[in-house]
């Protein structure tokens, strides 16, 4: 069973900064690719930014600019970095693992929302 532990969200003003992390049960070198969704209410989930093995990063438009992925892997872990946050940033934002055949795996999501 893999576990993904989020961490790091909670209000900010717009124009602000957060800064996500994602902890796995295992290597992240187990899984195709690490990555962050996000949903917001009344939206369908979104993916926001991944990384895969090799390192490659693809970031959705609306994070282009403004945030940044990256990855600790001695400690397991993947980070978002979020600046310039606006308001339609406020979401519930999900770690998520692909582990290919053996599917996708889930954190529990972690709150963030954008508000003066």
């Known amino acids: 069973q893999v576990q993904l532990a989020e961490s790091g969200g909670g209000l900010v003003r717009p124009g602000g900064s957060l800064r996500l992390s994602c902890v796995a049960s295992?290597?992240?070198?187990?899984?195709?690719?690490m990555g962050w969704y996000r949903q917001a209410p009344g939206k369908e989930r979104e993916l926001v930014a991944s990384?895969?093995?090799?390192?490659?990063?693809n970031l959705a438009d609306s994070a282009t600019g403004r945030f940044t992925n990256s990855r600790d892997t001695a400690k397991d872990t993947v980070i978002l970095q979020m600046n310039s946050l606006k308001p339609e940033d406020t979401a519930v934002y999900f770690c998520?693992?692909?582990?290919?055949?053996?599917?996708?795996?889930w954190g529990q999501g972690t709150q963030v929302p954008v508000s003066s």
């Open positions: 990384i895969t093995t090799g390192g490659i990063v």
């Open positions: 295992r290597s992240i070198f187990a899984f195709n690719a």
């Open positions: 998520n693992a692909d582990g290919g055949y053996l599917g996708h795996y």
